[in-house]
């Protein structure tokens, strides 16, 4: 069962990143033009680039790709937004729960996403405070945790 189940975590991180990967190279040449954007997009292919690696490593069952999956999937866990500065990297699937502080009003939301997403970005009005929780990833690396514990 633990091996059908890192199976399925590494085809996500490949199929994640694969396809926040083809995001980040479409984004790109839409503003070749734009030298430094080009270059602040390539940063964006590095979570990707390590989930797919990630992905490859653990289905060739190699301690690195344990690890490297543990790093990927606790980047994933948190999202947020706050004093101007957000936040979120998500490789496969985010099945989330989020709260969101504006204007002193609290809302709660779910949300389920596939795919690849990242973006880090500065600037955005201070007043606006949101975190949230990746339940997919935590529970994928408290799986991976518990799994690497296990096999030492």
């Not at 980040?24 to 390590?50: C, E, G, H, S, T």
């Not at 002193?104 to 405070?129: E, H, R, S, V």
Request: aromatic share 16%.
């Amino acid at each position: 069962m633990n091996l059908i189940l890192l199976r399925i975590i590494a085809a996500i991180e490949i199929l994640g990143g694969v396809w926040g990967l083809l995001i980040m190279f479409y984004r790109m040449f839409q503003v070749l033009d734009n030298l430094k954007f080009v270059i602040f997009l390539l940063l964006y292919l590095i979570p990707f680039a390590l989930s797919v690696l990630a992905g490859i490593l653990l289905l060739k069952d190699k301690t690195a790709g344990l690890n490297l999956s543990l790093v990927v999937q606790l980047l994933q866990i948190p999202y947020f937004t706050l004093s101007g500065l957000y936040y979120s990297f998500m490789s496969g699937l985010l099945l989330g729960v989020r709260i969101s502080f504006l204007e002193g009003m609290k809302n709660y939301n779910f949300n389920f996403l596939l795919g690849g997403y990242c973006q880090i970005q500065t600037g955005l009005p201070a007043d606006i405070t949101v975190f949230g929780i990746n339940i997919f990833a935590l529970l994928v690396f408290v799986f991976l945790f518990f799994y690497r514990l296990k096999s030492k």
